[in-house]
């Protein structure tokens, strides 16, 4: 079983492997998990593809300038 540390390395590979961004990686990973039955894998992985979406609209905030204080 990969813990989220392997998935993250697994998920960096990818994406500099193939030119990918990281959130392209961890979708992938996700259905691979997914078709081989690793259901615990592929829920780490949907967490860690709503942390990276966060991560992104937090940048693109700060760049945008947009701040929101509600």
Do not use: F, P
Not at 1 to 24: C, F, T, Y
Not at 34 to 52: C, F, Y
Request: hydrophobic fraction near 35%; avoid cysteine; charged fraction near 35%.
């Amino acid at each position: 079983m990969d813990n989220e540390k392997d998935i993250q390395i697994a998920a960096e590979k990818l994406a500099i492997d193939n030119g990918w961004s990281k959130i392209r990686a961890l979708t992938t990973l996700h259905s691979k998990y997914q078709s081989e039955g690793r259901l615990e894998e592929a829920v780490t992985v949907s967490k860690l593809i709503e942390a990276e979406k966060a991560e992104d609209e937090d940048k693109a905030r700060a760049e945008s300038g947009y701040h929101n204080d509600a």
